[in-house]
């Protein structure tokens, strides 16, 4: 049964973190489209909220398997697997901003930004060892 738990709590929190995220990277991608274009004031609260929402996601998740009776492990496998839901959206949407902001902004070399190979695995990583921090702090408090 904790099998199961575990796919309702990726399912959960997962999907619901990358809808999150995709709500929060559309709302700049409405905000740079407007004449003013984005702050950075505001880049940087949209760059926090979507840290939070990355931190605290996943640590719910391992909180909620490892709660049902699950190990560390399982925990670990279904906040790995929230992040990289959530990452994955991120990763999916971050260049349309980045051009809707570049042709916002004059800036026409800038629009075909795309994230190279070695940044998307770079991002894989931070996401493992984004959970294994998140999980390893929910075992102790659990």
């Known amino acids: 049964m904790i099998s199961v738990n575990s796919l ?5 929190y997962g999907i619901g973190g990358a809808i999150l995220v995709a709500a929060l990277l ?3 991608l409405v905000l740079s489209g407007s004449s003013r274009g984005a702050s950075p004031r505001l880049l940087t609260v949209f760059g926090t909220a979507s840290i939070v929402l990355w931190i ?7 909180l909620n398997v490892m709660s049902a009776g699950a190990g ?14 959530m990452y994955g959206v991120n990763a999916a949407m971050l260049p349309l901003v980045a051009r809707r902001q ?15 190979p070695s940044v998307l695995l ?3 990583v931070v996401c493992l060892a984004m959970a ?5 702090v929910m075992a102790f408090l659990s």
């Open 72 to 85: 560390f492990w399982v925990g670990l496998a279904g906040a790995s697997t929230v992040a990289v839901v």
């Open 56 to 62: 605290v996601l996943p640590a719910l998740a391992a």
């Open 8 to 12: 309702v709590d990726i399912a959960v």
């Open 102 to 116: 570049a042709l916002m902004s004059g800036q026409a070399k800038l629009t075909g930004i795309r994230p190279t």
């Open 122 to 124: 770079g991002g894989l």
């Open 132 to 136: 294994l921090l998140v999980t390893g």
């Open 26 to 28: 559309g709302l700049l």
